[in-house]
C-alpha cells in the first residue's frame, strides 16, 4: 500500500512539475523599426516644393527723376536670405528670369508699371554693385553641415527720363537644388 501511495505522490508530482513547467515557458522575439529620412531644404523656415518666399527687394520711395537706388534682398523677417538642407547635401540657388527682363535699356530685368513703363534694374551678389548676377545666375552653396547659410543679393534699379509716377513690381523664379 505505502508502495502505492508513494507512486500516486509521485505521479502528482510529476504532473505539477509539467503543468509549472508549461506556465514558465519563454519565447523571444524582436521589434524591427525604421524611419527613411529623405534630403530636404528649408527657405528661411520654410519647407515645401513651390512657391516658397525667398524675399524682398523693395527700392523703397523715390522721385520719378531718382538717379539710381540700391537694396539688399531682405528675407519675410529682416536681414539675409536663410537656406537649410540635410547634412551632406550641395544647395545651389538659381535665379532665373522676371516677369519683364530686357524689357528696358539700362539693366538686365525691368520693374513695370502695368502701362507699359519700365525701369530697369539687375541683381547683383556683393554690396559694392560690382558682380552682376546674370537672369540664370547660380549660386553655389558650401556643402551642408545641417545649419543655415545665407545669400545676400543686391539689387540696383536706374532711373530714366520720362518715367511716371507709379508703383512699379516684378516676380522673380527661383530655382533650389540639393
Not at 508502495?3 to 502528482?12: F, G, K, P
Not at 529620412?37 to 515645401?48: I, Q
Not at 556683393?126 to 553655389?140: C, E, K, P, R
Not at 545676400?152 to 518715367?163: E, H, I, M, S, T
Amino acid at each position: 500500500m505505502q508502495q502505492l501511495a508513494s507512486r500516486l505522490a509521485l505521479s502528482m508530482l510529476s504532473l505539477t512539475l509539467a503543468a509549472s513547467a508549461q506556465a514558465a515557458t519563454t519565447v523571444t522575439g524582436q521589434i524591427t523599426s525604421t524611419l527613411t529620412l529623405t534630403s530636404s531644404c528649408l527657405v528661411n523656415g520654410a519647407t515645401g516644393a513651390s512657391n516658397l518666399n525667398f524675399g524682398t527687394l523693395n527700392f523703397g520711395t523715390a522721385t520719378s527723376l531718382f538717379t539710381q537706388v540700391g537694396i539688399q534682398l531682405q528675407a519675410s523677417g529682416g536681414g539675409a536670405v536663410a537656406i537649410q538642407c540635410s547634412a551632406g547635401t550641395t544647395p545651389t540657388v538659381t535665379v532665373q528670369g522676371g516677369l519683364h527682363d530686357g524689357q528696358s535699356a539700362g539693366g538686365s530685368r525691368a520693374l513695370a508699371d502695368g502701362a507699359g513703363n519700365f525701369v530697369p534694374y539687375d541683381l547683383y551678389t556683393d554690396a559694392g554693385l560690382n558682380n552682376l548676377l546674370s537672369n540664370t545666375g547660380v549660386i553655389n552653396l558650401a556643402t551642408s553641415t545641417g545649419a543655415a547659410q545665407t545669400i545676400n543679393l543686391w539689387g540696383k534699379a536706374v532711373g530714366k527720363a520720362g518715367l511716371p509716377a507709379g508703383t512699379y513690381t516684378d516676380t522673380i523664379s527661383v530655382q533650389l537644388s540639393f
